[in-house]
């Protein structure tokens, strides 16, 4: 089953990420660590998707995947070995997958998609990920890390290591939540990270299993790790296009919009979200096939075909020529007020955009979400080459530098000083040495 899903989860995620130096990098600390387990017989493969998801995860018949996400999160080879035995634990010990819906779903991504009728409901199911993506029980995850913290001594690679790339998984979450504008102490209260949930209680258990193993000379190989990362993609691949900030910008689709703050942008393949305050959300994409005729024929006729429509009108964007309409729709997370508005670019491209709001939320977020709508334009062919993706780069300490200086260089409009201090693992009261490296996001 995991080699028949093996291409459907790559081109899910992406693709596959690096260079073949990266690629023989990941899969030999992995092979490493395999050989030291219970069931050194098995083949496994180790696969790095091209996605800024921070994601790992395993499926039968050997195959761990992790993202590029991942890896720019881990400060230190032995945190990515944590992570790559820890999966492994989860095959030689034989854990039973449960199928998992919703949680994942969120987790890449893709939960809105079910909402929008049943033609969209069935393109979920083809999304091969979304169904095969495993979850484990708590126990599991536990015995996972367990093995995990086991395969990394039998090695020689610092124990704690697991401990501490969960620790990062946790505050990485606290920020995204920040980011968000939600409280950063529900990543504790909930299963937040979906298929590793990492409450502060898989720290400590982590740090206790760390202490019981006697390393000499533990390894954490960090100077290695971090000169693989100097120019590792760190935003999606310019082709699924961009997020700055609250902007998304397509430089080879030409068009850009901006969402309102407080809401949380993300690309999928299939679409981009924009996640807001209690579960409202901002759905992007592109029409399925090109339609004559205006906008509001489009919006009322062939998208809006099965709902019920209200407010229908016909504006202009930016010089564009687009039609908005509201309806009602249920999901799982409860009734939903939703605007629906279409632009036509081009005659064979209409760009469409779904705000979903509770109804309570709904009077208190329309100019924000009005905004987006005017916010809709075009990209010049000067501007979108202008565009560059974000990768990191791998900088030295200067006399002089701090946290909160190097902080500054990142190309964000926001939370730069808790980015950094997440990216690298480090406070914003820690001392700095000179020559010290450092990971640092930049715009070329
Ligand atoms: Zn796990």
Same mark, same amino acid.
Do not use: C
């Given at each position: 089953m995991g080699r028949e899903n093996h291409p459907k989860i790559i081109k899910e995620f992406g693709g596959e990420y690096g260079t073949p130096a990266l690629k023989r990098y990941v899969d030999g600390i992995g092979q490493l660590l395999s050989k030291t *387990?219970?069931? @050194? /017989?098995l083949k496994f493969t180790f696969t790095v998707l091209n996605? /800024?998801?921070v994601n790992a995860f395993a499926t039968a018949g050997g195959y761990v995947y992790i993202t590029r996400g991942l890896m720019a999160l881990a400060d230190h080879e032995a945190q990515l070995a944590g992570v790559l035995a820890h999966e492994i634990g989860h095959i030689t010990a034989l854990h039973h997958a449960r199928r998992h819906g919703q949680s994942i779903l969120a987790n890449i991504g893709l $939960? $809105?998609?079910?909402?929008? #009728?049943g033609r969209e409901i069935a393109k979920v199911g083809q999304l091969g990920a979304t169904t095969l993506l495993q979850s484990f029980s708590r126990e599991n995850e536990y015995e996972a890390d367990e093995l995990g913290v086991r395969y990394l001594s039998r090695v020689g690679f610092d124990p704690t290591a697991m401990a501490g790339f969960l620790g990062k998984l946790r505050s990485d979450s606290r920020l995204s939540a920040l980011r968000r504008s939600? *409280? @950063?102490?529900k990543v504790d209260q909930?299963?937040?990270? $979906?298929?590793h949930p990492a409450p502060a209680a898989r720290v400590q258990r982590a740090t206790a299993l760390a202490r019981k193993k006697n390393v000499k000379n533990?390894?954490? $190989?960090r100077d290695i790790y971090l000169s693989k990362l100097d #120019?590792?993609?760190? *935003?999606?691949d310019p082709a699924e296009g961009f997020i700055r900030g609250q902007d998304f910008l397509h430089p080879k689709l030409r068009f850009a919009f901006t969402v309102p703050d407080g809401f949380n942008l993300r690309n999928s393949n299939k679409a981009v979200y924009a996640l807001g305050p209690n579960k409202s959300r901002i759905i992007f994409d592109r029409a399925g096939k090109p339609v004559d005729g205006t906008m509001e024929n489009y919006v009322g006729?062939?998208? #809006?075909?099965?709902m019920r429509l209200r407010d229908m009108e016909t504006v202009r964007v930016n010089g564009l020529e687009a039609a908005t309409a509201t309806t009602q729709v249920r999901t799982n997370n409860g009734t939903f007020n939703a605007r629906l508005t279409a632009f036509r670019v081009d005659t064979k491209t209409i760009y469409r955009m779904i705000f979903l709001t509770a109804g309570a939320d709904t009077n208190g977020l329309t100019t924000g979400l009005r905004r987006t709508t005017y916010s809709f334009r075009r990209l010049s062919p000067a501007e979108a080459s202008r565009l560059r993706p974000l990768v990191l780069r791998i900088v030295s300490v200067q006399r002089g530098d701090t946290v909160g200086s190097l902080a500054?260089?990142?190309?964000? *409009? /926001?939370f730069k000083l808790e980015r950094f201090e997440v990216l690298n693992g480090i406070s914003r009261n820690d001392r700095l040495r000179r020559g010290q490296k450092l990971k640092m996001v930049t715009a070329n």
């Amino acid at each position: 089953m995991g080699r028949e899903n093996h291409p459907k989860i790559i081109k899910e995620f992406g693709g596959e990420y690096g260079t073949p130096a990266l690629k023989r990098y990941v899969d030999g600390i992995g092979q490493l660590l395999s050989k030291t *387990s219970e069931r @050194p /017989d098995l083949k496994f493969t180790f696969t790095v998707l091209n996605s /800024d998801i921070v994601n790992a995860f395993a499926t039968a018949g050997g195959y761990v995947y992790i993202t590029r996400g991942l890896m720019a999160l881990a400060d230190h080879e032995a945190q990515l070995a944590g992570v790559l035995a820890h999966e492994i634990g989860h095959i030689t010990a034989l854990h039973h997958a449960r199928r998992h819906g919703q949680s994942i779903l969120a987790n890449i991504g893709l $939960a $809105a998609v079910g909402i929008l #009728g049943g033609r969209e409901i069935a393109k979920v199911g083809q999304l091969g990920a979304t169904t095969l993506l495993q979850s484990f029980s708590r126990e599991n995850e536990y015995e996972a890390d367990e093995l995990g913290v086991r395969y990394l001594s039998r090695v020689g690679f610092d124990p704690t290591a697991m401990a501490g790339f969960l620790g990062k998984l946790r505050s990485d979450s606290r920020l995204s939540a920040l980011r968000r504008s939600e *409280s @950063p102490d529900k990543v504790d209260q909930f299963n937040y990270l $979906a298929t590793h949930p990492a409450p502060a209680a898989r720290v400590q258990r982590a740090t206790a299993l760390a202490r019981k193993k006697n390393v000499k000379n533990p390894m954490t $190989a960090r100077d290695i790790y971090l000169s693989k990362l100097d #120019g590792l993609l760190y *935003s999606n691949d310019p082709a699924e296009g961009f997020i700055r900030g609250q902007d998304f910008l397509h430089p080879k689709l030409r068009f850009a919009f901006t969402v309102p703050d407080g809401f949380n942008l993300r690309n999928s393949n299939k679409a981009v979200y924009a996640l807001g305050p209690n579960k409202s959300r901002i759905i992007f994409d592109r029409a399925g096939k090109p339609v004559d005729g205006t906008m509001e024929n489009y919006v009322g006729r062939v998208w #809006g075909s099965k709902m019920r429509l209200r407010d229908m009108e016909t504006v202009r964007v930016n010089g564009l020529e687009a039609a908005t309409a509201t309806t009602q729709v249920r999901t799982n997370n409860g009734t939903f007020n939703a605007r629906l508005t279409a632009f036509r670019v081009d005659t064979k491209t209409i760009y469409r955009m779904i705000f979903l709001t509770a109804g309570a939320d709904t009077n208190g977020l329309t100019t924000g979400l009005r905004r987006t709508t005017y916010s809709f334009r075009r990209l010049s062919p000067a501007e979108a080459s202008r565009l560059r993706p974000l990768v990191l780069r791998i900088v030295s300490v200067q006399r002089g530098d701090t946290v909160g200086s190097l902080a500054r260089r990142m190309p964000y *409009s /926001d939370f730069k000083l808790e980015r950094f201090e997440v990216l690298n693992g480090i406070s914003r009261n820690d001392r700095l040495r000179r020559g010290q490296k450092l990971k640092m996001v930049t715009a070329n």
